[in-house]
């Protein structure tokens, strides 16, 4: 299901639905029995909330995994959002000026490849704006969408303030940029901590028996959780000095990568 020429729609679980923007770009609404949650509001480029209300009528909050500009470009269409208090600086302030320009880069090659934009949308008129956001999302915290709870755990390394979030009843783990299998995993970005990052991946791999599916922000969903215990095991390497990176050429310059079967770690 195609809308506004620029979301695509598939319920991957019962009333779960990943939303596709760009080819790339993905959001997950959650429609609980009395709310729905919308994991991450995309780039902002479409209208989210008209979507979101044409697949439930169910009220709808919003928990951002973090605050980079293609997570949260549709906040401000809701009045109830939710972050980590150590990404909300980044979400709220004046964006960080990568923030503009790579929504930039992005409408440039969409529009060389001769791909549509939803109608109206103004690209010389876009910019990425501060977010308004309502409450803070820590470790320990839960969302009961009535008949499923949503578990929030602190992942940073990614950004300081980066979540994921556990549908205890569909094991499906929404892990925003922190876990992005088969992909590099970017902690080469301002806010980005590699020691950190590992911590975290220590932390998501001891959730993996309660886990079916990983759902990234920029990948199809995964349903092999054993990829978390490599995961932490790599970054494990990677902080204690046990593998070295090499250096590679990238969209965003010349970074250093530590290699592995089914990801990749980028750094500066």
Same mark, same amino acid.
């Given at each position: 299901?195609?809308?506004?020429?620029?979301?695509?729609?598939?319920?991957?679980?019962?009333?779960?639905?990943?939303? =596709?923007?760009?080819?790339?770009?993905?959001?997950?609404?959650?429609?609980?029995?009395?709310?729905?949650? $919308?994991?991450?509001? +995309? =780039? @902002?480029?479409?209208?989210?909330?008209?979507?979101?209300?044409?697949?439930?009528?169910?009220?709808?909050?919003?928990?951002? =995994?973090? +605050?980079? /500009?293609?997570?949260? &470009?549709?906040?401000?269409?809701?009045?109830?959002?939710?972050?980590?208090?150590?990404?909300?600086?980044?979400?709220?302030?004046?964006?960080?000026?990568?923030?503009?320009?790579?929504?930039?880069?992005?409408?440039?090659? /969409?529009?060389?490849? &001769?791909?549509?934009?939803?109608?109206?949308?103004?690209?010389?008129?876009?910019?990425?704006?501060?977010?308004?956001?309502?409450?803070?999302?820590?470790? @320990?915290?839960?969302?009961?969408? @009535?008949? =499923?709870?949503?578990?929030?755990?602190?992942?940073?390394?990614?950004?300081?303030?980066?979540?994921?979030?556990?549908?205890?009843?569909?094991?499906?783990?929404?892990?925003?940029? !922190?876990?992005?299998?088969?992909?590099?995993?970017?902690?080469? $970005?301002?806010? *980005?901590?590699?020691?950190?990052? !590992?911590?975290?991946?220590?932390?998501?791999?001891?959730?993996?028996?309660?886990?079916?599916?990983?759902?990234?922000?920029?990948?199809?969903?995964?349903?092999?959780?054993?990829? $978390?215990?490599?995961?932490?095991? +790599?970054?494990?390497?990677?902080?204690?000095?046990?593998?070295?990176?090499?250096?590679?050429?990238?969209?965003?310059?010349? $970074?250093?990568?530590? *290699?592995?079967?089914?990801?990749?770690?980028?750094?500066?």
């Amino acid at each position: 299901m195609k809308l506004q020429n620029w979301y695509e729609v598939k319920e991957i679980s019962p009333d779960i639905y990943m939303i =596709t923007e760009g080819m790339r770009y993905k959001c997950f609404l959650l429609a609980g029995k009395e709310r729905a949650l $919308l994991v991450d509001t +995309g =780039t @902002g480029i479409g209208n989210i909330r008209m979507l979101a209300q044409s697949i439930t009528k169910l009220d709808t909050e919003v928990a951002l =995994t973090h +605050g980079h /500009w293609d997570h949260v &470009g549709g906040v401000n269409l809701y009045e109830k959002v939710g972050i980590h208090p150590l990404d909300k600086d980044l979400a709220t302030s004046e964006p960080h000026p990568m923030m503009q320009e790579r929504p930039q880069k992005f409408i440039k090659d /969409w529009k060389e490849e &001769g791909y549509l934009f939803p109608p109206n949308f103004s690209a010389k008129d876009f910019r990425v704006q501060a977010c308004r956001v309502s409450h803070d999302l820590t470790q @320990g915290d839960s969302i009961d969408l @009535g008949g =499923t709870e949503i578990k929030i755990y602190h992942t940073p390394g990614h950004s300081p303030g980066s979540i994921s979030l556990l549908d205890q009843a569909s094991g499906i783990l929404f892990s925003g940029d !922190a876990v992005k299998p088969k992909e590099p995993q970017y902690a080469h $970005l301002p806010g *980005s901590d590699l020691n950190s990052y !590992a911590t975290s991946m220590e932390l998501l791999a001891s959730l993996a028996p309660d886990i079916k599916g990983i759902c990234s922000g920029h990948t199809e969903p995964f349903y092999d959780p054993s990829i $978390l215990a490599e995961m932490a095991e +790599g970054f494990g390497k990677a902080v204690s000095g046990e593998l070295q990176p090499h250096e590679v050429d990238t969209e965003w310059g010349k $970074l250093k990568e530590y *290699s592995f079967d089914r990801f990749s770690i980028w750094i500066r």
